[in-house]
């Protein structure tokens, strides 16, 4: 019996390992797909890039290629050459008994604000967690559930909300379990410090998650624990500040900056305490303190000095407010459901005495909000 097989000039007598390397390479020729019949894949991928916001989550479905493509970095790259890129505001919503929490994003590019729920978040309801958004998703990190006998279970578990898909999904534990703690991303990758650990003592480790490793990793340790605190991304650095510390007597006025390009620490005392919101615009930090609700304490981080700007009063001064970003201006929006309150509107780039405005345009969902953040897409 005679094997009969393909043969060339150079390989007269092909081996099977090489005829079945031949063959794969022929079934990928077959079975190629391009992106968009009759188009070469770049200008196809231009296309994909062009689609509303809205479609995105519909466009993934059709195909794996399609959903590879609207996950990956080149994506965004293309719309925003495209100036494409669409904002929209995510807020974390409570209901009236304040037990149960809800995402909820809107759209305010329209005359009037588009407003629906995300799907559900999976896992137990939780607080005192961490927020932190990159890469066109929004992280829910670690934080505390109830059990069924009313304690407070300290959690690891980290959550992912792909704007694009709209869709959660679980991403790898924190290697401490934590709440309330500081967390924000930094070039690229997104840092967690500080906060109460599983038996409600305050800790000072820090961890970092890097997507292309898909791991939480422990890094040098705060210079000393605290709890209750904030973080911020500026200028590639982390800025930990505001809650307390086991070495200060009330509220910490005292900023750890990280440096992720030298791997150390560093301080100064010229922060502020009791934030009860905030928000990054450029570089420049945005905080409101409990002890005066009608000032706003603006930090810059260029010059590291502090600034105080009033606040209009408009209708019931006791409204509580949650801030938001939209288009490079500073939202304030009302926290407690007032109808009647119209969102303040900042603009750090309006002449001065025209800086604030009011506007129904922004009016958030119908449901108290604990925070919001801004994803871009």
């Given amino acids: 019996m005679f ?33 968009l019949p009759g188009l070469p894949d770049d200008l196809a991928k231009y296309c994909l890039a062009l689609v509303p916001r809205t479609c995105m989550s519909s466009m993934s479905n059709v195909c794996k290629q399609w959903r ?65 958004v990159f890469d066109g998703k929004l992280l829910v990190i670690a934080g505390y559930a109830m059990d069924e006998s009313k304690q407070e279970q ?14 959660w999904s679980m991403l790898a ?34 961890e970092v998650y890097s997507p292309e490793n898909k791991a939480w990793v422990l890094i040098q340790n705060l210079p000393r624990s605290r709890w209750s605190c904030f973080g911020c991304g500026v200028g590639e650095k982390l800025y930990v500040m505001g809650g307390r510390s086991r070495f200060t007597i009330g509220s910490s006025r005292y900023v750890d900056i990280y440096d992720p390009k030298n791997k150390t620490w560093c301080q100064n005392k010229n922060g502020c305490v009791m934030v009860t919101a905030y928000a990054v615009l450029g570089d420049k930090l945005f905080c409101m303190e409990w002890k005066d609700q009608r000032k706003i304490a603006v930090f810059d981080f260029s010059n590291n000095s502090w600034k105080k700007v009033s606040i209009p009063v408009m209708g019931n001064s006791c409204v509580k407010l949650c801030f938001g970003t939209f288009n490079g201006k ?28 009011s506007s129904a345009s922004f009016k958030p969902p119908p449901r108290s909000c604990l925070r919001s953040v801004t994803i871009h897409v």
């Fill in 3 to 35: 094997l009969h097989c393909k043969t060339n000039q150079n390989n007269p007598l092909q081996t099977p390992l090489q005829m079945k390397k031949l063959n794969n390479t022929q079934e990928e020729e077959e079975y190629y797909c391009p992106i």
């Fill in 68 to 132: 590879s493509f609207i996950q990956n970095k080149e994506f965004i790259v293309l719309r925003k050459e495209a100036r494409k890129v669409e904002e929209w505001v995510y807020f974390l919503t409570v209901d009236e008994q304040g037990k149960r929490t809800q995402w909820e994003v809107s759209s305010f590019s329209g005359k009037e604000p588009n407003h629906r729920l995300l799907p559900p978040m999976p896992g137990p309801v939780k607080f005192g967690f961490g927020i932190a």
């Fill in 173 to 206: 534990n924190l290697n401490v379990g934590r709440r309330e703690f500081a967390c924000a991303e930094v070039g690229g990758l997104v840092y967690v410090a500080g906060g109460y650990g599983l038996h409600g003592e305050s800790i000072s480790s820090v």
């Fill in 154 to 167: 300290v959690s690891s578990d980290v959550y992912q909300y792909d704007s694009r898909l709209d869709r």
């Fill in 330 to 357: 500073l939202l304030l929006f009302s926290s407690n459901m007032e109808r009647e309150y119209e969102t303040l509107v900042y603009d750090p780039k309006a002449p001065t005495g025209l800086e604030w405005k």
